[in-house]
């Protein structure tokens, strides 16, 4: 199928791209923003967002990438998984194969050479399993490096359903879902039982990690979400690879302070 790649500038910004993944009735429509690279960035790697749980692709980080992206002539590519911001499907029957899936369709589709992928939250799991998969199946050379921001890996299992009190499993167990409280929104998020076992798929605390590139780790020690020893726990298991973790003392799940945004340009600039 024909790729779509439009810059259309309106008051709220270029409109979305789009590309369909999947087949017959599980094809979903993934919006995505694409910055071409140019000048001198040209030879540079460029840079791949893996947004966060129930976050869109018009975040304040990834605005802020868009902007370093658009002064060095770096190219620049954000995308909305299924279920999330501009992209089609249903949040409630989303799971984190279905977005690994939507992850790895928009490396192998929209981008071209080197990448260093900045994953946030979630994303950084995402970040990891596809690095993971573009290794087996010999494309590891698309790889540059990883920045991951408070890294919420295998979070399904190690961050929801450990801490689940036994009336939440009893929910999720029997009435296929179960809504935690945010503090990001009035709006709940939906966790179903499909997140929580399909997750389970997915796991990669319990044996050694490889990213097969340096890695680079920022992580708020404020974090109510990912506690920093889950990213400790994280960098134990990289042992494989180049790791630099900075620990921001008081930094929160967000990171997202004008001087936790220079942090991240540096280690996104620290890995190229």
């Not at 690879?241 to 930094?251: A, F, M, Q, R, Y």
């Amino acid at each position: 199928m024909k790729e779509q790649h439009r810059q259309i500038l309106t008051a709220e910004g270029p409109e979305p791209g789009f590309i369909t993944v999947g087949e017959g009735l599980s094809a979903r429509r993934i919006a995505y923003l694409r910055r071409a690279a140019s000048g001198v960035g040209a030879a540079q790697p460029g840079i791949v967002w893996f947004g966060g749980f129930g976050s869109d692709m018009r975040g304040l980080k990834a605005e802020r990438l868009d902007r370093y992206a658009a002064e060095t002539g770096r190219a620049f590519m954000r995308f909305d998984y299924s279920g999330h911001g501009c992209s089609e499907g249903g949040f409630e029957t989303a799971t984190i194969g279905l977005w690994l899936e939507e992850s790895l369709a928009v490396l192998r589709r929209l981008t071209e050479g080197p990448q260093a992928l900045v994953g946030s939250s979630m994303g950084s799991w995402l970040a990891l399993l596809a690095a993971r998969a573009l290794q087996a199946s010999g494309e590891a050379e698309r790889l540059n490096g990883l920045v991951l921001i408070a890294p919420a890996v295998d979070f399904t299992e190690s961050l929801i359903w450990e801490g689940m009190s036994a009336e939440a499993r009893r929910d999720i167990t029997e009435k296929g879902l179960w809504l935690q409280h945010s503090s990001y929104s009035e709006e709940p998020y939906l966790i179903t039982r499909a997140l929580i076992e399909e997750g389970r798929r997915h796991l990669l605390l319990g044996d050694t990690i490889r990213a097969y590139c340096p890695v680079h780790i920022l992580q708020g020690m404020q974090d109510e979400d990912v506690p920093w020893r889950h990213a400790m726990a994280l960098v134990e298991h990289l042992a494989g690879d180049p790791v630099s973790l900075t620990l921001i003392k008081d930094g929160d799940h967000r990171l997202s302070r004008e001087e936790d945004l220079t942090r991240l340009i540096a280690a996104v600039e620290g890995i190229a």
